[in-house]
């Protein structure tokens, strides 16, 4: 579970709970007809907005919002420089029987064409129109999100305005608009919550998990190519290396060997 | 029909229109003159904003937005490879005769730009101004609903402080406002509606489906390429499938050789 | 007579006319200070922004959101294939004698440059220039004219904000504000309607005619350097027809010859 | 001086003041307490935003949106191809002596670079790198002002919120709240003043000159390479008038030579 | 300490305390759970959209705003003209020796490289690719800063309606809403002080001090390519002061010396 939306959720969830609580009742601020307005209307925007299985899709992708997957940066740097170091001892096709070892697709697909005797550039270019559609589907679960964070609290002052009309039209006395001119902002007020403390930030950080797994594919893709190349082993390590912070560079390459041993063992 | 922008619809408006009720008369919420003067103010600035032979095309292109194409990209994957299969055997020119029987014009194009032996750059350039160009097309069909959506708040704001300066103008009893002034704020209400129930979410529909066509054509630019500079069926389907996201990638060939029998049997 | 913009206008204005004219009386609607100051202050501000020449230009260039020219796509086609025909007769050094009869300056300064004997490249990299900053001069225009659009409803709140503190500096009854604030309202009506039904409708038609424009001086440009290369001329038709859609493409070509005998007869 | 920025700040001041002197007493606009803090506010984020010395440096930027520099576009263009004549006769060699006596040290450097005996390459390296940051240290000069302009109105909201919670927490009769909003509202108003009516439409001019001056130094980086490359003047001039629009490219030599021989002669 | 960030604080925050402290109770701004919805809120949006490892390495990248790290652009062109002369005399292994005496472990990268024998295409590979994450990395910073300055208003707004619904809902006397009102207010006013005198300032202070940085590095790239290549001290010197501004390039060399001895001596 990624603990930071967890842990987001908790504390702004709390927060407004709360101060909801702390001023008054809190069944002021429940409003079924309201909240079924502002989540219909966004559905609704969204599922003219999308093609139906983009939309399905979408809850699948917010699982990414939430688990936690360890981002293994060095040890796939340990597992290039590792291969790298084989390359020139076994030659490329000594790794046909270990493929079936390896975690990542990407990093298989790639030494597979390496290993069936495909040309750099082919390989560069099959890798990176792979990267380059993985990032824009993942673009588009990010899209859809901040979709619905634009369009929730439009639709939360529609229903304002809704309210506001019925509210105008039958006003007699002026001293009584209190609770229905409260009732009226309270679509305004699921909307601007939903968007900006779940569409909003959720939009975000799906648009970080897909940039660091953008990144590890663009380590993959430099790597595979250098280890094709025969490059010396240092070297790999030193163009990976380059993509990372220099603080996280300073790895005893022992503590992350049995992650690496289990992938390219 | 595309079931989303249906379905999306049925939705919001549905929900919308029960809110309504619920709330009084479904009358307060109907004026012809301000509804006259949100879809004739938007439509104004919109002719304004375009030529008028792209404003009439545009009633068109909405129908992209709600019309259900099939996208066959595994079919269209099958039907490279195949080719890409049968070039190695029978040459290039064996497809000639066969041209006739393919349904996609782009594809056609470029085959037909390969028999003629027009070289690779030649054709690449070709194909990629046209679909540049397609791109471009589309883009402005979602660009006058977007241009739409952003006028219509505007005019229907306009609308209200019409309406309001008229009600402030001949204001005697401030207790008498409520009917003026929620009629004023029914332009607001219509513009807000369209724009974010109809004209931003059909924009963003056009937008995807202009994607999803763009992928199918770089697709088949990729494929005539690689088929006329005599790759291998398996590199070609490996080019291809980079593409498309893995889960669609196991695709079993059975399943749609029936649709590319009808296009390249 | 560009016949979109003018509708754009009468529809546009004449729904805010008779919007005005029903609800009460046109008067109301008439300020001279207030309208001064939202002109004014919208001319300031694009004074202060832009040069003086480039404020004056626009006056001209504003014709060109108004003018109808027809864009003679196809009869550029026939034209530049009927050349791309006679070059491979006649050389390129007969065009010489009919570069007079040409209409289009761009089209007559590439073919000039190729009977001068300019490489492709040099030719390729002045009309590419040429384009560029003829691109660059285009959306000056519409920049004016977007700029003005931001500042005119900005101008107009800084008007109805002076209304309202001239309003509340001297009320004395709070029955009586009725009139002093839809005349505090009325700088913020002009600045909108400006805004939203003339200027940045008129910056959006200038962008189009822009690309227009670009469009064709992009096939000229590639129409002129398939000439020099002795390309054949159907490659020039296929390569130039990529440009523009295909329903388009079907033209009878008798039907634009006159035109094109007219041009390059 | 500018003369559209000094007619600008003329018109909008003047009918900014005319409007708040027609409409009662100028004193009501005056506050010094809510002029420090949009003011001080203002600053206090541009200092936050920015390093000290480039906001002191902003102020002498500001007189570049203030001061008249005549661009020399066309004696620019005449003394180069002046200089491609003379390149072909005398060699570069001899330009060494008349480098003292140009006006532009843009094309001095190039020029002596060319004399040097720097490849080509290397010379449009130079020279582009510098045109570079030249670009980027302008478009802090405009980041700048842009900068101020957001935050004005931002503080001047806050400052009004101060005076509403000030006036709503002593507020006893509610017919008395006409002076504290007024005066609540000023600081809106100075933040949307300066924002609208200097900052940003300053910003913007500083961006307009900034692209005046890349664009002349484009056209001596194509003309010291067209002219150490050893094109013939015709060509030179062909390739520089492409920056230029056709209208002012019918220039008599004559007029400008004057100019250019002082620069160049 | 960055003084610019310190002023800009102090100057800032005084005027916004003593505008509150001018109009009355300074206890009347003070409401610890409006304070609380806002931060907590803006702190749990934040969370959501980034990866908590990230939120934390915020408050390190804080101090960059603050410290005021000396730019020695010009002692790193000594340093790097002084190294281009040496190694036309010495070689470059030269350098071996001297590398553990340089302060800029991104030269020393580079250098070392050069000494390894890498060839130019690799050196620069590796340089360009540790550039471009070192950017990303330090967009992060400014990202989450200009993200909390987006998300701090919108809770604050949130906090408002909250307010002014419970408010509402209790409403009995119209003239008792004038406390309520105020401290439903208070978030508001919380929110829009700190993303525009905190968040969003600090964001921008992060990017300049980024390109600072990046300017720098780029100045490294070229200075070790140019030594590596062997280019003459006097075109290095020239090709490294293209990055900065002409008034910044008549530095005595003597001046930097002391600088640069210590670093490269």
Redesign the interface.
């Known amino acids: 579970m990624?603990?930071?939306?967890f842990?987001?959720?908790?504390?702004?969830?709390?927060?407004?709970i709360?101060?909801?609580m702390?001023?008054?009742?809190a069944a002021?601020?429940i409003n079924y007809?309201s909240f079924?307005?502002v989540i219909?209307?966004t559905?609704?925007?969204?599922?003219?907005?999308?093609?139906?299985s983009?939309?399905v899709s979408v809850f699948k992708v917010t699982q990414n919002?939430f688990a936690q997957k360890t981002q293994p940066v060095n040890s796939m740097i340990s597992t290039l420089v590792d291969l790298a170091k084989k390359v020139r001892r076994d030659g490329i096709l000594s790794f046909e029987s270990r493929l079936s070892e390896m975690d990542d697709?990407f990093l298989v697909k790639g030494l597979q064409?390496a290993i069936d005797g495909?040309d750099s550039r082919?390989i560069e270019?099959?890798?990176t129109?792979?990267l380059t559609?993985?990032e824009?589907?993942h673009r588009l679960g990010a899209d859809i999100f901040s979709?619905m964070g634009t369009?929730a609290p439009?639709?939360g002052?529609?229903?304002t305005?809704?309210?506001?009309?019925?509210m105008?039209?039958?006003?007699e006395d002026?001293?009584s608009?209190?609770?229905p001119?409260?009732v009226a902002?309270?679509t305004?007020?699921y909307g601007?919550?939903m968007?900006?403390?779940?569409f909003?930030?959720?939009s975000?950080?799906l648009k970080?998990k897909s940039?660091q797994e953008v990144?590890l594919k663009q380590m993959v893709i430099?790597g595979v190519l250098s280890i094709q190349a025969g490059d010396n082993y240092r070297?790999v390590e030193?163009?990976l290396k380059?993509?990372?912070?220099?603080k996280k560079r300073d790895i005893t390459p022992d503590a992350n060997y049995p992650a690496k041993e289990k992938q390219a063992g």
């Open positions: 990624d603990i930071a939306t842990m987001g959720i908790m504390v702004a969830g709390g927060l407004v709360s101060s909801i702390m001023g008054g009742s002021w601020f007809p079924m307005i219909g209307g559905m609704g925007a969204t599922l003219i907005n999308y093609p139906l983009d939309v919002a697709p064409m495909l082919a270019d099959v890798l129109t792979e559609y993985l824009e589907r979709t369009f439009a639709v002052m529609l229903g305005i809704i309210g506001l009309v019925q105008l039209m039958q006003m002026p001293s608009i209190g609770a001119m409260a902002l309270l305004t007020f601007t919550l968007a900006n403390l779940l909003l930030p959720i975000g950080k970080v940039k990144l430099e070297v030193q163009k380059a993509f990372i912070s220099p």
